[in-house]
């Protein structure tokens, strides 16, 4: 397979693309909802926002897939950054730029690519929205136009801020190494510390508005029953699937992380007692509409939440709020689970 070719823009993309900011962050649901529409549009079992980095495709969003990177050489959207157009693989084994591909002769045997670049605000091309598959496919002027239409709208979510002020603030004081560091690989969120360095940015930016915010601890009741019957390999998947929807059903600008194991963390900014039972509801509401699916398996997880309010009445102690949270936590257990209490 030859490598692709590096533009002649090389530079310039590559500073547009750390401009963005995007390489190493959190998943988050305005770019997850582009990729489950192009899953499901496209009837393909993969669905990727990837950014070609210097020797890598990291993904910003992905369904179907694990891995959150892959090497740039061995890679489809190497070669599809180079051009302007759509570019379509029918059929991998006979295409002369990707047929040697490791992704191709071994796992996980691709044969059907489909993929649009995606330009930066400054009009650098800076990765693709894509589909895969493991059959080889025709596609219509139809679909290509559709798969255009959803990287536009990728695109015009780069030019829009959704972070709050405290998120946003931690992602640009820190560099990649950092912000990888802080990123929990299995739930694509923030881990402990990462979420825990959040929570410190908006206590002091709460301080300064005098606008309360909201802490939410979700823990997936049960979920030992999920490893111990089906393993912890099917338990991993559960949980990936878990965090999606939990971004899915916090607001656009809420920062959610993997306290560890099955717990989980929220935290709402401007929020009082009644929106954020609100926003909890819709939590378990995004946990509870459907099955879990792992190959045939249909598991059902349900949550429990906790949440307490950070303001003005307890000093804008954070570690208090905390400790309320959680009684409220166990007192949703406590009380038959799959509910939220406040406390």
């Not at 909890?280 to 249909?298: D, M």
Request: aromatic letters at 6%; glycine letters at 6%; a positive charge.
């Amino acid at each position: 397979m030859p490598v692709p070719k590096l533009p002649p823009n090389e530079k310039d993309r590559l500073e547009s693309l750390r401009a963005l900011k995007l390489l190493e962050t959190p998943s988050e649901e305005r770019f997850n909802r582009i990729t489950r529409i192009a899953r499901k549009s496209f009837n393909t079992p993969i669905a990727v926002i990837s950014l070609v980095d210097k020797d890598r495709l990291w993904f910003k969003s992905t369904q179907g897939l694990a891995e959150t990177e892959t090497s740039r050489a061995a890679s489809f959207c190497g070669h599809a950054i180079l051009q302007d157009e759509t570019m379509v693989v029918t059929d991998a084994l006979s295409d002369p730029r990707v047929c040697d591909s490791a992704l191709v002769k071994g796992k996980p045997h691709f044969r059907f690519y489909m993929g649009h670049p995606i330009k930066s605000p400054k009009n650098e091309p800076i990765g693709t929205l894509c589909v895969l598959a493991l059959d080889p496919r025709k596609v219509t002027q139809e679909e290509i136009h559709l798969i255009q239409d959803l990287a536009f709208l990728v695109e015009r979510e780069l030019k829009l801020e959704k972070l709050d002020d405290a998120h946003k603030e931690l992602i640009l004081e820190l560099d990649e190494a950092k912000r990888k560091a802080l990123i929990d690989p299995l739930s694509r969120l923030w881990n402990r510390n990462g979420i825990s360095l959040v929570l410190e940015k908006r206590v002091a930016f709460s301080k300064t508005s005098k606008k309360p915010f909201a802490i939410a601890l979700v823990d997936l009741d049960h979920f030992k029953s999920v490893n111990d019957e089906y393993g912890h390999p099917v338990g991993d998947l559960v949980l990936a699937e878990a965090a999606q929807r939990l971004r899915k059903g916090a607001r656009e600008f809420d920062a959610v992380g993997r306290f560890g194991g099955e717990e989980f963390i929220i935290v709402m900014p401007e929020v009082g007692e009644e929106l954020g039972k609100k926003v909890c509801e819709r939590i378990l509401e995004s946990l509870r509409k459907n099955y879990f699916a792992v190959g045939k398996t249909r598991i059902r997880i349900l949550a429990s939440i906790g949440f307490s309010i950070c303001g003005e009445k307890n000093d804008w102690n954070a570690e208090e709020t905390l400790k309320l949270a959680d009684k409220a936590l166990y007192e949703a257990k406590a009380n038959g689970r799959n509910q939220v209490r406040f406390g």
